[in-house]
């Protein structure tokens, strides 16, 4: 990928996130912990892979390596991730912890050069241009901001449109 082409993906993601950040604000306090069913994943804890993994992405492209570890710092259910969890306690700590990993990101792969962009990063499922990870990290924002629609659904929200970048 050269750096026009990840600099218009980044432009699209950010409008991308600005719509999840006013869905994340639909949710009260409360409802940052509701659950369909008792093993599913609370809006907090979507919220909180969904940006972890930018703030991953940010690392692995860093260090030329992706390991379980690395993938294990954005499952909410990992013991390790406890206390940065407990701490998203509100929905205005939630949306601010989104929008900094956000941000890192975005500032990150943008002052990337081709070079670093094309460099590869080992992975425990294969080895994959740098940019690639950011390609992980969109789909993965995409993929669970569809769930917390659906909860927004069932709690009797209406969801902001997808694709209302105003």
């Known amino acids: 990928m050269n750096k026009s082409e990840l600099a218009a993906k980044l432009d699209y993601f950010n409008m991308v996130h600005g ?3 006013r869905a994340i604000g639909t949710f ?3 409802e940052l912990e ?3 069913k008792p093993m599913m994943r609370s809006p907090k804890e979507l919220i909180f892979h969904i940006y972890t993994q930018e703030k ?9 390596r992706f390991t379980m570890e690395d993938a294990n710092r954005s499952n909410p259910e990992t013991e390790a991730v406890a206390a940065e969890l407990k701490a998203l306690a509100t929905v205005t700590d939630v949306r601010a912890y ?4 956000h941000r890192l990101a975005d500032k990150t792969f943008r002052a990337m050069s081709e070079q ?3 460099r590869p990063v080992e992975s425990p499922f294969g080895t994959y241009p740098a940019s690639r990870y950011f390609d992980f ?3 993965e924002h995409w993929h669970h901001r569809g769930q917390l629609y659906t909860y927004l659904r069932l709690l ?6 997808l694709y209302d970048y105003a």
């Open 98 to 101: 989104a929008d900094a990993c």
């Open 116 to 118: 670093d962009l094309n």
């Open 28 to 30: 009260s306090d409360d």
């Open 34 to 36: 509701f659950r369909p």
């Open 19 to 21: 719509v999840t950040i």
């Open 56 to 64: 991953v992405a940010v690392d692995v492209v860093r260090q030329g």
């Open 137 to 139: 990290a969109y789909d």
């Open 156 to 161: 009797g929200k209406e969801p902001p449109m």
